[in-house]
């Protein structure tokens, strides 16, 4: 990796000289050279040194995990502590001329949505080893001694979250499938897996957090004190700032994980089956579960594609079998934690038992597993890329990830199925890469937050996680906007998910009712439009 470029040598008059060119090259297109930053009301703080504009620093902060959209910026800034992206944003925010600023965590954005062009990409990850302020995590016990909570930077990966939570014998509630995301990440999208039906997203499972608003002012914030920006914040697609720390809630870590797969040949019991165990209470209910998911098992890829290897070798010809003969084989993909008691390995097994008998997957094909809560929770990382190293390398693959997630109504998911999932995808036969389908329950959403779901007490996600050659993505994306005009000539009310719109209409129609408030929203905590430029909502026509 490079070095950082150096303040040059004319320092005492760089102030000068970096405002000047600022005024006259931010929103331009980028220029052959860059001179040192330095914000204007903090004199003694050096940005030069932490701002960034050779090749590999700029590669990094113009592509993303899908490989399809490139935006250049000017400058990388690489913080050594939250005053160093507040000075910055401050800067900026005064500015006479504003210019763009994007956080960046692990770069897992799909449309472009984590850069800035002609502007400055922050870092996070560049917080993670810093030793000072509050940044790292933390596990604390509330003030009657039972409520245990973490305080986590918003540049940590969940999987380090985890680790250092299994220390104490606790954990959050509430995952992503992938953990080695940033919180502060997920936390501006929603943050949902198999846990959301049971726990709500991860915003629903935020007790507080610091927030470095579009105006560079830092500010703490909870359901308590200065809601409104904690309400904006929580699936705020970055607009309103950029989340410095969080506080999230904890409960006891269970030690395994009784993990099983069973398969359906029939949409309607499959769905049925996934509706009626998301109404049980998991924990509260001995015939409840922990984690629930599906999936869809079709004619091309491997059988457990990224989410590592689960059917037993000696059943993957009758599998493979059942999916040539139907074309489309549906998985319930559900979860019981346990304890590691001796005491209780009889009581989970039985009521497992209890469970699967009123089940109604295809009699012989459900195949379970016995693992670590860890293992389980950490099991789609043996095929993705865990640290900047693997992801250069990964671009080297030239691959392209055109995802789309959607919330689908539960009154039309059959409607959709057939509509979609068997006259689209099945016919055309070019999706690779897991598809995803299961129910979550709108109770657990709090909806004064700025995530948007449809309205239905229960609705459905559906990820198609396609991978493609780097030249090949166009013809998934003609397929993916084919199931968006279904669902919009069909009249289904669907949502996306990571939503990548274009123009301001499609905004204002994924946030419907909710809109108006994101606005004013915007107008007071991000006056200047300043933050999250690639998300291409407030910057577009």
Not at 27 to 51: C, E, H, I, V, Y
């Given at each position: 990796m490079a070095e950082y470029f150096q303040a040059r040598t004319y320092f005492m008059v760089v102030f000068v000289i970096c405002v000047s060119h600022l005024k006259s090259?931010?929103?331009?297109?980028?220029?052959?050279?860059?001179?040192?930053?330095?914000?204007?009301?903090?004199?003694?703080?050096?940005?030069?040194?932490?701002?960034r504009e050779d090749p590999a620093a700029i590669n990094i902060a113009s592509s993303d995990h899908g490989n399809i959209v490139q935006e250049i910026p000017a400058a990388v800034l690489y913080p050594?502590?939250?005053?160093?992206?507040?000075?910055?944003?401050?800067?900026?925010?005064?500015?006479?001329?504003?210019?763009?600023?994007?956080a960046r965590g692990q770069g897992h954005s799909v449309r472009g949505q984590a850069m800035a062009r002609n502007g400055v990409v922050v870092d996070m990850t560049s917080l993670k080893n810093q030793k000072n302020g509050y940044h790292g995590i933390k596990v604390s016990a509330g003030t009657n001694g039972a409520i245990w909570y973490v305080d986590v930077g918003g540049e940590q990966l969940w999987i380090d979250v985890l680790n250092a939570t299994l220390e104490h014998g606790l954990a959050p509630v509430s995952w992503t499938d992938y953990l080695y995301l940033t919180v502060g990440g997920t936390l501006s999208n929603a943050g949902i897996s198999g846990q959301t039906f049971r726990h709500g997203p991860q915003i629903s499972n935020v007790y507080e957090m610091d927030v470095i608003t579009g105006k560079g002012d830092v500010v703490t914030c909870s359901p308590e004190n200065n809601k409104e920006l904690f309400y904006a914040v929580l699936g705020g697609l970055g607009q309103f700032g950029i989340i410095a720390r969080a506080r999230i809630v904890l409960d006891s870590a269970p030690k395994r994980v009784k993990w099983i797969r069973m398969l359906y040949d029939d949409f309607s019991t499959f769905s049925g089956d996934q509706e009626h165990l998301i109404s049980l209470n998991g924990r509260e209910n001995k015939n409840g579960v922990d984690y629930l998911e599906g999936l869809l098992l079709m004619n091309h890829g491997p059988l457990d594609g990224w989410r590592s290897s689960f059917f037993p070798l000696t059943d993957h010809s009758k599998i493979t079998s059942l999916i040539t003969k139907n074309g489309i084989i549906y998985s319930i993909e559900m979860a019981k934690y346990y304890y590691d008691d001796p005491s209780l390995d009889d009581s989970i097994d039985k009521e497992l038992e209890v469970l699967l008998e009123t089940l109604s997957f295809i009699p012989g094909y459900a195949f379970e597993k016995d693992v670590s809560f860890v293992d389980f929770l950490n099991r789609a990382a043996s095929r993705e890329p865990t640290t900047e190293v693997d992801q250069s390398q990964e671009h080297e693959l030239v691959t392209s990830r055109p995802w789309l997630n959607l919330f689908v109504p539960?009154?039309?998911?059959?409607?959709?199925?057939?509509?979609?999932?068997?006259?689209?995808?099945?016919?055309?036969?070019?999706?690779?890469?897991?598809?995803?389908?299961?129910?979550?329950?709108?109770?657990?959403?709090?909806?004064?937050?700025?995530?948007?779901?449809?309205?239905?007490?229960?609705?459905?996600?559906?990820?198609?996680?396609?991978?493609?050659?780097?030249?090949?993505?166009?013809?998934?994306?003609?397929?993916?906007?084919?199931?968006?005009?279904?669902?919009?000539?069909?009249?289904?009310?669907?949502?996306?998910?990571?939503?990548?719109?274009?123009?301001?209409?499609?905004?204002?129609n994924h946030f419907a009712m909710k809109w108006e408030t994101f606005q004013e929203r915007k107008a007071r905590f991000d006056p200047e439009m300043i933050m999250s430029p690639g998300q291409r909502i407030f910057n577009n026509n």
């Open positions: 090259t931010i929103g331009k297109p980028r220029s052959t050279s860059w001179p040192s930053l330095l914000p204007p009301n903090l004199q003694t703080l050096d940005l030069a040194n932490r701002l050594s502590s939250i005053d160093d992206i507040a000075s910055l944003i401050k800067f900026a925010h005064f500015n006479s001329s504003p210019f763009h600023i994007a539960k009154s039309r998911i059959s409607e959709f199925n057939s509509g979609v999932l068997k006259d689209i995808v099945l016919k055309r036969n070019i999706t690779t890469g897991l598809v995803l389908i299961y129910p979550m329950n709108k109770s657990k959403w709090d909806d004064r937050m700025s995530a948007v779901t449809p309205d239905e007490d229960v609705f459905y996600t559906v990820g198609f996680l396609h991978i493609s050659g780097v030249d090949e993505w166009e013809a998934i994306d003609v397929q993916n906007q084919d199931i968006l005009q279904y669902c919009y000539n069909a009249g289904i009310d669907i949502k996306e998910y990571l939503p990548s719109y274009k123009r301001r209409k499609e905004w204002e």
